[in-house]
């Protein structure tokens, strides 16, 4: 090519990057990304996945426990930012408030469907004849007038008080016994070893359906919903982030997780893994879904996202 050609060619590709619009770097108030984690080993095992992207990033995440109100209020009051585990109807009557008052955003595809919350009982107790709701009463003495559930304030331990305290189905002499979701699953793994019959709160995904053989009442559909309390799960966060860091939000609005996926990466976090690393060892073994997620997603400072992930995932 002669001196004439290139330099027409250096002045097209001139004009061609003048045409091309920059990435502009997310603002600096952007670079700490607050999260709320309610205790649930599969909002852990999410919540450790977007930390572990957002850090590769070039943000600073941070993840605070708080119960499912405390949440709402603090994306309300914008103290946190992300919540990835507002579940569908369950947690309805707790954020309904928020949202009719427009003090938070959800987003609108949520970022996991076909799950399941309601009341479940280990298989040998299912055998035994407690299938339904309606047999809740009925085995009384054999259940020692108790449901467990998880940690106070939690919207599913709401609709059990709610069902003993208008004896639905003839359960007003139950007590709910709160505590925790590690607490719950000590009482029922006891339960299993010595072959004693419990009913507890139980949900998809999580480790338990794969762990434990245990089957979900029927019957509880006025209550946790259809389907065994089929659930769909979003993302919460302030209805002003996008504008205020489009970047993250961006990043949020991509993530969607299946119940397979998750029941693998909470096995490694309910044996005490800490979640970012089981996310990112998970990340490892499964890359092909960062181009899903990460798809327009930059770095804080405008780079292209999918491969500053893979270069810091290579080195940790």
């Not at 103290?79 to 309805?92: A, K, N, R, T, V």
């Not at 009463?137 to 559930?149: E, V």
């Not at 208008?166 to 590690?182: H, M, P, Q, R, Y």
């Amino acid at each position: 090519m002669n001196r004439v050609g290139m330099a027409a060619l250096a002045a097209t590709l001139w004009v061609s990057a003048m045409t091309i619009p920059a990435r502009a770097a997310e603002p600096a108030t952007c670079k700490n990304v607050h999260m709320a984690d309610v205790g649930w080993t599969d909002i852990a095992a999410t919540t450790g996945l977007a930390s572990t992207m957002l850090s590769a990033l070039g943000y600073t995440p941070s993840k605070t426990i708080a119960s499912v109100p405390i949440t709402f209020a603090g994306i309300k009051s914008k103290q946190i930012d992300l919540f990835l585990g507002y579940w569908s109807p369950s947690m309805d009557p707790i954020i309904e408030p928020f949202v009719k008052s427009g003090s938070v955003k959800v987003l609108q595809t949520p970022n996991l469907t076909g799950a399941k919350f309601t009341l479940a009982v280990p298989d040998y107790v299912y055998q035994g004849g407690l299938k339904t709701f309606a047999d809740l009463a009925k085995y009384a003495d054999k259940l020692q007038y108790r449901i467990y559930g998880i940690e106070p304030g939690n919207d599913g331990n709401q609709l059990i008080d709610k069902m003993i305290k208008t004896n639905k189905d003839g359960i007003g002499k139950f007590k709910l016994v709160e505590s925790s979701e590690a607490g719950m699953l000590v009482q029922v793994n006891r339960a299993l070893r010595d072959k004693q019959w419990i009913v507890f709160l139980a949900w998809e995904p999580h480790p338990m359906n794969a762990q434990m053989k245990i089957n979900y009442l029927a019957g509880g559909d006025d209550v946790f919903g259809p389907n065994y309390g089929e659930a769909k799960v979003y993302t919460v966060e302030p209805p002003d982030y996008a504008e205020r860091c489009p970047n993250v939000a961006k990043f949020a609005s991509n993530l969607q997780f299946t119940t397979t996926m998750e029941n693998h990466l909470m096995i490694p976090i309910m044996n005490r893994e800490d979640p970012n690393t089981a996310a990112a060892e998970w990340i490892k073994a499964n890359p092909q879904v960062l181009d899903k997620w990460l798809a327009g997603v930059t770095t804080i400072d405008g780079k292209p996202g999918l491969p500053a992930v893979k270069a810091y995932l290579s080195s940790h």
